[in-house]
């Protein structure tokens, strides 16, 4: 299985502060025959079930705000939230979707209002 | 709008069979994956398993193989999650999740499912 980690665990960021979310997985989620990377980022607010954010590592799914931006290859991938609003608070989560099964899940970051 | 409707909470016994099931509408059914994806109280996301409903294929996570099985009846667009003898480790909620639009299996998920909770105890 490729392994994802992510870090920190636990984010607290000031309100229109930065937060920055990192990911690495245990082997590359870049397809070399079309340049893409294989990971998606998910939010996930209390109770509810988890929301795709962005995916081919930074291709913004519709309707999220432009503040939620991602970057990286190859095996290194960060979330950033440029300025950070109440409604951010959540847990959020990479996931690789690379040809490999599973598509495994790190394991989550929370962000919190500090 | 493309939608997920997963069936209500299940409270059951150790040794009790249950199959939760996850019904798609505003889509072609049958054309995209979905997957199944358990969350323990507390923890994070753990993919279990995809189904194609077209034919019926599917793929598990080595960690779920032998403990549940997925199905799908394509009639009537739902997607079932089964398992023959509950344990209480079993205790977590559970989504169902589908294959991002015009992409094959290797794909984000988007839309996913409310969430059915299982609490497996004596």
Known sequence: DIVMTQSPDFLAVSLGERATINCKSSQSVLYSSNNKNYLAWYQQKPGQPPKVLIYWA???ES???DRFSGSGSGTDFTLTISSLQAED????????YYETLPFTFGGGTKVEIK | EVQLVQSGAEVKEPGESLKISCQGSGYSFTNSWIAWVRQMPGKGLEWMGIIYPGNSDTRYSPSFQGQVT???DKSISTAYLQWSSLKASDTAMYYCARSGPG???SSWFDPWGQG???TVSS
Request: with cysteine; charged share 5%.
């Open chain 2, 103 to 105: 992409a094959g299996i």
């Open chain 2, 116 to 118: 059915t909770l299982v």
């Open chain 1, 58 to 60: 930074s291709t913004r």
């Open chain 2, 70 to 72: 997925i199905s799908a």
């Open chain 1, 63 to 65: 309707g999220v705000p």
């Open chain 1, 89 to 96: 608070v959540a847990v959020y989560y990479c996931q690789q």
